[in-house]
């Protein structure tokens, strides 16, 4: 199943909607949503914003362990949760066991976090060509280290930690099924699929066959969750009905779209009712995002400069005309970003279909970047250690 086959599936009843909520290790849920950790969006300014439409868990940009464990102020920031944030997630990534170990007793003992998450779904070539991110679980060996790893020095402090994780690297070196029964093996309380490999990128359509595959192979023994190509509430409970998936994981489709978690918490509590804002209403969530990002900073223009990559997303189908999208584009100020805001025509309805869809980074399929020799083998040289560590260098994102 794929997310096009929506446009032929039946709409699911509102009794086929209502889901009983998903428990995490102690961590319940009353909507079985998780916000996917993306670089440079999920801050604390946007998890608050998107709080304030809806239910679910709310998870930080990935640091490395090796930047937290080395207390780097940048870490520190993205691992920092204000007292209305819970329960408090967290995801790591890492190449190393020890390393990964010591940043997850340091989350636990120091009392920073609710919930772990471990990421090996991360596609970019700077990581895989070192043979990180969703390239590692090729290697089994390395792969069951840093989970089993995890998962013993999360338990000392009651702490559940799940996995996010890719099909594998492409279509003739897949890993998921046996990365899923490795991991729930290692005790972890939840496993997330995204339905594409490291080659697909952001390419092309989220196979949700693979999805309901995990499901199938795993059981009921542990959750699994589904990510790739939600980018509205009937996808995730089309996802849901589908697959047999525990819950969702939101990318790309929350990009400017914030209300969408509202969206969700409606669909799964059996309501047929969605949030549809007007371009009032668009306006008013982006100067509060402002607000929110300039409060997060502690710098009103560096707040401002990191929504205007946000922009285009809010924006997406409403008609504000390309001189007014340049010039929000180019905020420098609050007062500047009101401004232009109330320029708008606050009255013009919700635009439907061009509003909603793909947003993000959309890709080509491109061959993996790997080490050299790295499919020779499922089994972690000793010789490519001292590479391996340096796919952490330099690394934070979702």
């Known amino acids: 199943m794929t997310a096009a086959s929506l446009l032929h599936a039946p709409a699911p009843t509102a009794k ?41 868990l709310y998870v930080t940009e990935m640091v490395t362990s090796r930047a937290l464990v080395e207390r780097s102020p940048k870490s520190m920031r993205i691992i920092h949760h204000e007292p209305y944030e819970t329960p ?26 609710d919930h772990i998450d471990l990421n090996f779904g991360c596609p970019v070539p700077k990581v895989t060509r070192k043979g990180g991110g969703s390239a590692l679980p090729w290697k089994t060996d390395l792969f069951t280290a ?57 390419s092309g359509q989220a196979d949700w066959d693979a999805i309901a595959r995990l499901k199938d192979h795993l059981g009921d023994t542990v959750p699994v969750l589904g990510n ?9 409970l089309e996802m849901m009905r589908t697959t047999g998936c525990d819950g969702v994981v939101i990318g790309r489709g929350c990009q400017g779209r914030p209300w969408l978690f509202g969206d969700l918490a409606h669909a799964f509590a059996g309501s047929e009712e969605r949030i549809r804002p007007d371009l009032g209403a668009v306006a008013d969530a982006v100067h509060t995002h402002g607000v929110y990002l300039a ?24 008609p504000v005309g390309g001189e007014a999208r340049r010039a929000l584009a180019m905020v420098s100020s609050l007062a500047e970003l009101r401004e232009h805001l109330d320029g708008l025509d606050r009255s013009a309805p919700y635009p439907g279909r061009d509003a909603e869809g793909s947003r993000g980074r959309t890709t080509r399929p491109k061959r993996p970047h790997l080490p050299e020799g790295w499919l020779d083998s499922r089994v972690m040289e000793e010789s490519r250690r001292a590479d391996l560590a340096l796919a952490e260098l330099d690394v934070s994102g979702g």
Not at 18 to 47: K, Q, Y
Not at 90 to 108: E, F, H, K, S, W
Not at 149 to 168: W, Y
């Open 88 to 113: 408090r997630s967290v995801q790591l990534y890492g190449v190393d066991p020890v390393t990964i170990g010591q940043a997850v007793r340091m989350l636990v003992e120091e009392d920073r976090a």
């Open 228 to 236: 790739g190509d939600i980018f509205a509430a009937e996808d995730a």
């Open 146 to 202: 840093i989970v089993t790893t995890a998962v013993r020095e999360a338990s000392r402090g009651g702490i559940p930690l799940t996995i996010k994780m890719r099909k594998g690297i492409d279509a003739d070196h897949l890993t998921y099924l046996e990365a899923g029964r490795i991991a729930r093996d290692a005790g972890v309380a939840a496993i997330t699929l995204h339905g594409r490999t490291t080659a697909d990128l952001y």
């Open 16 to 56: 086929e909607a209502a889901r009983p909520a998903l428990r995490i290790g102690p961590i319940e849920l009353s909507s079985p949503v998780v916000l996917a950790p993306m670089a440079g969006i999920t801050n604390t300014a946007f998890r608050r914003l998107c709080r304030e439409y809806g239910a679910g």
């Open 295 to 318: 409060e997060y900073y502690g710098d009103e223009f560096y707040g401002v400069r990191d929504l205007r990559k946000h922009i285009a997303w809010y924006f997406k189908g409403y």
